[in-house]
Every structure is written in structure tokens, then in C-alpha cells.
């Protein structure tokens, strides 16, 4: 799959269809023109665009993803991570916290450990 960015409007166009899935390519047209103006073609040439980087699939006029949203932004935030970290989580989180930046509430710190003790019980990787 290729890099795995969208811009604003690609985003409101795929929001379209995961959260209508799975529709027929009429209805995607309609949904379309309703929330970003778009032509038939506008829509269709977009929808082609996500089918070869694997994203949608467009089968006989059906139209369904491939991927759901929360896989899709689980994939983006690592190739993020990846690309501007050097795959370091450590790395982004001292970014994400550091000077400048609002501290994290204990809610947010809470979450986070109960997210860390959650994947250390599931295996996670060792070094």
C-alpha cells in the first residue's frame, strides 16, 4: 500500500464511504456531490484513485473498504512515527510532551499507562 496520507478533502471523501459502507457507486456519487460538490466524475476518478492504492474496493458497482478507518489511521500514525522518529515511540511522545507543550492531565496519563500495562500483558516486543 502506498504512503498513507490524505488531504482534507480525500479525508471527507473517505469518511463518506466508511461511514456508509458498503454502497453502491450511485449512492456514492450522490453523497458526494452533496458534501463536497463533486461531478460523477470527480467522484469516480477519486474512488478509482483509492482502489489502486488499496484503500476501496469497487466491485460491480458496490463500494466497501478494504481496511476500516481505525486500521488506516493506526497504519498512518506508525508510518509517521517511522518517518519522523526514526520508529521511535519514546522519540514522539518526548515531542508530543515536551517544553512548550501543555502536560498531560492524570486522565491522560492514566489512559496512556493503562495502554502500556494492556500491550506489555499481550507480549509485546522485547529488546
Request: with cysteine.
Amino acid at each position: 500500500m502506498s504512503e498513507m496520507r490524505f488531504g482534507p478533502v480525500e479525508t471527507r471523501f473517505a469518511d463518506l464511504i466508511w461511514e456508509h459502507e458498503p454502497l453502491s457507486s450511485r449512492d456514492l456519487v450522490a453523497y458526494a456531490e452533496a458534501a463536497l460538490g463533486w461531478k460523477k466524475s470527480t467522484t469516480y476518478t477519486v474512488l478509482k484513485k483509492f482502489c489502486d492504492r488499496g484503500y476501496f474496493r469497487n466491485d460491480g458497482g458496490r463500494v466497501s473498504a478494504c481496511l476500516s478507518r481505525e486500521e488506516f489511521y493506526s497504519r498512518q500514525s506508525h508510518e509517521y512515527v517511522r518517518d519522523s522518529f526514526g520508529g521511535s515511540l519514546p522519540a514522539f511522545l518526548a515531542a508530543f510532551t515536551g517544553a512548550g507543550r501543555k502536560p498531560l492531565s492524570k486522565k491522560d496519563l492514566e489512559e496512556i499507562r493503562q495502554m502500556l500495562e494492556a500491550y506489555d500483558g499481550e507480549g509485546g516486543e522485547e529488546e
